[in-house]
């Protein structure tokens, strides 16, 4: 049996890919017979999931720095959305903020003696490592092994407008040289880490428990329905050649849109007579169960390489050709392919085994 700790901002119920990876890696730990501690900000629907589950849950504490809130119009709001970019880019703020509380968590962890085998820290924000590494020493540390958990790239992502201040790749590198391993979901991001990191960097995917999952009897729908749900951003993953060839499509259609992004397709929603509707983010098992009611689901490709939504994760529990649109190079002609059934185009998803959360958890302890 490893004494585990886990850091991670994200946990359930929070409904976002970051939670879901810390929350499924923590239950499977527990359940493989492992003693795991969440370090996570507590809520009050975590004391019956710690009996559920037989693991424990420390407080944190609520991050108190809020964005800045983008309200009003005109002049006042263009220097409100200038204020709140300048603030990310600059100084990571609000994430900063984590950077201190788990620093302080984790030095009254070693003045009280605490130990563990393994220590995981989960990211996005990545001020969840630095705050690890600002406690990490090459003796007397608080864990046998630590392990940075990466969701998507900081210094190397590609699918923001506007990436960190450059002086943040001294802190990356700062982290980067105490950490004895990092994880990332997918093979091709490797190069969004500095060369000197390589050999530190383990793939392990996305993971969840299959078995959890209750999927709707699926019966073939007479018009075509399908669904896309997750974050959208203009100019990177953005639909607007999509939607464009959708609204002018002659014929019967029925798509759903589980996103927050309302403002980028609200007016192909209006246009569409009725075919295309946004709706509200739900939990992701009650998602699932709906979104198995549909004939195929659609992905929107990331800029590059580097970065893959988890999404397409659950596309493979529910078992749903997926359609995977080029936001950069759209092409017509899988589009219709879709629509009339035909699904030979469909995104090819290799080793589907290796997202079940059995098969990460393992992954996992082999590094400790």
Known sequence: MKKILIVSRSFYPMNSPRSFRTTELAKELSRQGHAVTVLTPKRPEHTVFEQEHNLTIQDLGQPKRKDVNLTGKGIALIFKRGLRRGLQVLFEYPSIELYFMIKSALQKKKRNKEHYDLLI??????????????????????????????????????????????????????????????????????????????????????GFNFDEVKLAHYVKNEIPHFAYAGGLIQGRRDPKDFLEFLVNYPHPYKFDIYTQQRSLVQAYADRSNGRIE????????????????????????????????????????????????????FEQKPVEEFLTGDYSSALKIENPDQYKIENVAKAFLKLC
């Open 121 to 206: 820290s989960i990211a996005v924000p990545y001020p969840i490592h630095w705050g690890v590494a600002a406690v990490w020493r090459k003796k007397n540390n608080l864990a046998k092994t630590w392990i940075a958990d990466c969701g998507d790239p900081f210094m190397g992502q590609e699918n923001d407008t506007f990436k960190p201040a450059f002086y943040f790749k001294y802190v990356e590198k700062w982290f980067c040289r105490k950490v004895d391993y990092l994880t990332i979901p997918i093979a091709t991001a490797i190069n969004a880490y500095y060369p000197e990191f390589h050999d530190k960097i383990k793939v392990i995917p996305q």
């Open 278 to 329: 946004i709706k509200e983010y739900m939990p992701r098992k009650e998602l699932l169960f709906e979104l198995s009611k549909l004939d195929f689901m659609v992905n929107f490709e990331n800029a590059g390489e580097k970065q893959i939504p988890s999404k397409i994760i659950d596309y493979v529990i529910i078992k749903k050709p997926v359609l995977s649109v080029n936001s950069f190079d």
